[in-house]
């Protein structure tokens, strides 16, 4: 089958023209991002795969259908880019990745915490200056500390088993409770319980209507002085604006976040030598308790693998009329 696959980096074309080897769908790369715009490449691709980023809006995929696109392929998790009804009415099929990544992303929601509270990143720094003072680098032990973790699927209870070993509380939030969390001594609360009792919150929720901006003034309001945020899922689950508010007054200790709002004209490109316009962007990198990675949290040789292999079987699913386990529909409106 002939795939436009757009969004593509030098790790994208080598791991998937490594999958792809043993089945010969004919991959064709294109660098530039998904949008209405550049959607007339796809004309007389009969599957499109995608990335984060793309823009996957009704508009878009008009164009892409009328080009005579039947498949869009994510090789991620999330979805949220997509206009799934706008797809269905096509007559599209939407696929994606579910898990690839769970410990890589788990992984590096503890790199953060352990980088946030040490002051590791701080300490490289002055040690490479010469600087060997421990002023300004006190931590605190995590044994006995509580850790709330909102969303509990897989990275969730990987995260909840990391930190369960550190000899942490666990509070937990879902709308689905995970019987393997609670067997860890994980315990289920109500967000309000969560914010006033967690000394660390941890985001791995998908981003809905529902969770859009769930950190914001009111959630920080009722959160202890001091604590800590670590965000690795979606950027819009928290109110950036909010959360620079509760950095100056204190009550967030620390931010660490792998994600960001507006993180889709800044992320996964090079502007090292340009000027960045955005200015809540610019502000969040001035203060010295927030760590930001740029969404490199699922970014592992063995993700990219499991990335690979899966978008490739899910092309071969749709091209053989075969069911697919990764197809995603629009929710039935109440």
Request: proline share 4%; glycine share 8%.
């Amino acid at each position: 089958m002939k795939v436009a696959v757009f969004s593509t980096k030098t790790y994208d074309r080598q791991f998937l023209s490594a999958a792809n080897s043993p089945i010969q769908h004919e991959l064709v790369f294109f660098e530039p991002r998904l949008n209405r715009d550049t959607a007339i490449l796809a004309a007389g691709f009969p599957a499109v795969c995608v990335f984060v980023h793309d823009q996957v809006d009704a508009p878009t995929l008009k164009i892409l259908a009328s080009g005579g696109t039947r498949l869009i392929v994510l090789r991620c998790a999330g979805f949220n880019n997509v206009d799934l009804t706008a797809a269905a009415e096509l007559g599209i099929t939407v696929v994606r990745v579910p898990a690839y990544s769970p410990y890589g992303v788990a992984e590096h929601a503890v790199g953060l915490i352990l980088s946030l509270n040490r002051k590791i990143h701080r300490a490289y720094n002055r040690v490479r200056e010469g600087n060997f003072s421990l002023e300004g680098l006190l931590g605190f032990n995590l044994y006995g500390r509580t850790v709330g973790i909102i969303g509990t699927g897989k990275i969730g209870l990987i995260l909840g088993n990391i930190m369960k070993g550190f000899g942490c509380n666990i509070l937990a939030y879902d709308v689905y409770h995970n019987p393997e969390l609670e067997a860890l001594g994980g315990s289920y609360v109500e967000l309000g319980e969560i914010f006033a009792k967690s000394d660390i919150i941890s985001l791995h929720c998908p981003l809905t209507p529902e969770t859009h901006h769930l950190i914001g003034s009111d959630a920080i309001a009722q959160m202890k002085p001091g604590m800590m945020i670590i965000n690795t899922s979606r950027g819009a689950l928290i109110n950036t604006q909010a959360v620079i508010e509760g950095l100056k007054s204190g009550q967030i200790g620390y931010l660490g976040v792998d994600v960001y709002e507006q993180e889709s004209e800044l992320f996964f490109e090079d502007l090292s030598d340009e000027i960045i316009q955005d200015d809540v962007f610019q502000h969040l990198t001035t203060f010295p308790n927030v760590l930001i990675t740029g969404h490199q949290a699922f970014f592992t040789a063995d993700a990219l693998r499991n990335i690979a292999d899966t978008t490739l079987a899910n092309m071969t699913d749709f091209e053989q009329a075969r069911p697919c386990a990764n197809e995603i529909r629009a929710q039935p409106q109440p």
